[in-house]
């Protein structure tokens, strides 16, 4: 297929053997609700270079389970680590805000090879359409693309990794995207780095002391676990009703 660096690429019509494509200029923002108050922003992604995304991130999924032990399909593993952390106190509970967006082009340039680089960039969209209106994005990559959620776990547990390394530290190591978990002992030094590349430390949902703990969407205090359910929109039938009676019930049964 005729993929080109910064350009985006539509499947019009299969006939046969025959693919015939459109050349596209790059992605198409939209919104899915996140909160009662708030949007996600997310891309849609040129089919062929989702295509393209999905196979690229797929392998680094592969490469994080098998090399460093990171499974992507089971994010259990974070919630075990924060409900361990909120009794020993070993372990910090880190979360960003917005965080694929704040990836910036630079610094996968400075972090991964020339050749991965240059294989990324070569089938993202580098503009996206903002109400018909095109914009050149400098985020490297969106909610949306392909191998955005593996790139990004990627990026962080590398970071982790070399500040535990320099800094002497031990500990257990877990990414689930931008869910971070950490040795306490470098909560500092890892909340002045990120800021210094650009991101932004969720203090709200990020801990490192104290009995709490959150990662994954669990929530445990002392070991208990205090997860909250949540109401996304007003209850408008009896489903809905009986649906949240069941949740409160249930929550309300948590530790008993």
Same mark, same amino acid.
């Given at each position: 297929?005729?993929?080109?660096?910064?350009?985006?690429?539509?499947?019009?019509?299969?006939?046969?053997?025959?693919?015939?494509?459109?050349?596209?200029?790059?992605?198409?923002?939209?919104?899915?609700?996140?909160?009662?108050?708030?949007?996600?922003?997310?891309?849609?992604?040129?089919?062929?270079?989702?295509?393209?995304?999905?196979?690229?991130?797929?392998?680094?999924?592969?490469?994080?389970?098998?090399?460093?032990?990171?499974?992507?399909?089971?994010?259990?593993?974070?919630?075990?680590?924060?409900?361990?952390?909120?009794?020993?106190?070993?372990?910090?509970?880190?979360?960003?805000?917005?965080?694929?967006?704040?990836?910036? *082009?630079?610094?996968?340039?400075?972090?991964?090879?020339?050749?991965?680089?240059?294989?990324?960039?070569?089938?993202?969209?580098?503009?996206?359409?903002?109400?018909?209106?095109?914009?050149?994005?400098?985020?490297?990559?969106?909610? %949306?693309?392909?191998?955005?959620?593996?790139?990004? *776990?990627?990026?962080?547990?590398?970071?982790?990794?070399?500040?535990?390394?320099?800094?002497?530290?031990?500990?257990?190591?877990?990414?689930?995207?931008?869910?971070?978990?950490?040795?306490?002992?470098?909560?500092?030094?890892?909340?002045?780095?990120?800021?210094?590349?650009?991101?932004?430390?969720?203090?709200?949902?990020?801990?490192?002391?104290?009995?709490?703990?959150?990662?994954?969407?669990?929530?445990?205090?002392? %070991?208990?676990?205090? *997860?909250?359910?949540?109401?996304?929109?007003?209850?408008?039938?009896?489903?809905?009703?009986?649906?949240?009676?069941?949740?409160?019930?249930?929550?309300?049964?948590?530790?008993?």
């Amino acid at each position: 297929f005729p993929v080109t660096i910064g350009r985006g690429l539509i499947a019009d019509e299969v006939r046969g053997k025959t693919l015939d494509v459109q050349i596209v200029r790059g992605s198409v923002m939209f919104t899915v609700p996140k909160t009662s108050v708030i949007d996600r922003v997310a891309a849609k992604e040129p089919g062929l270079n989702m295509f393209l995304q999905k196979g690229v991130g797929d392998y680094i999924r592969r490469r994080l389970r098998s090399v460093l032990g990171q499974d992507l399909r089971d994010q259990s593993v974070n919630q075990r680590l924060a409900h361990s952390a909120s009794i020993t106190g070993n372990l910090a509970t880190i979360d960003l805000s917005s965080a694929s967006d704040t990836i910036s *082009t630079q610094l996968v340039y400075m972090l991964l090879p020339l050749d991965w680089f240059l294989l990324l960039n070569s089938i993202r969209s580098t503009s996206c359409s903002v109400e018909g209106e095109w914009k050149e994005l400098n985020m490297f990559s969106s909610m %949306g693309n392909g191998f955005t959620f593996e790139l990004e *776990t990627l990026i962080f547990w590398s970071l982790v990794n070399a500040i535990c390394y320099f800094s002497g530290s031990r500990g257990t190591i877990s990414v689930y995207g931008d869910d971070i978990i950490a040795p306490a002992s470098v909560f500092a030094e890892l909340t002045w780095v990120l800021s210094y590349l650009g991101f932004e430390v969720n203090t709200k949902k990020s801990f490192a002391d104290g009995p709490f703990r959150e990662s994954c969407g669990a929530h445990w205090y002392a %070991g208990t676990d205090v *997860t909250p359910f949540y109401i996304r929109r007003p209850i408008t039938n009896l489903i809905e009703l009986t649906h949240f009676l069941n949740q409160l019930r249930k929550w309300a049964q948590v530790g008993s």
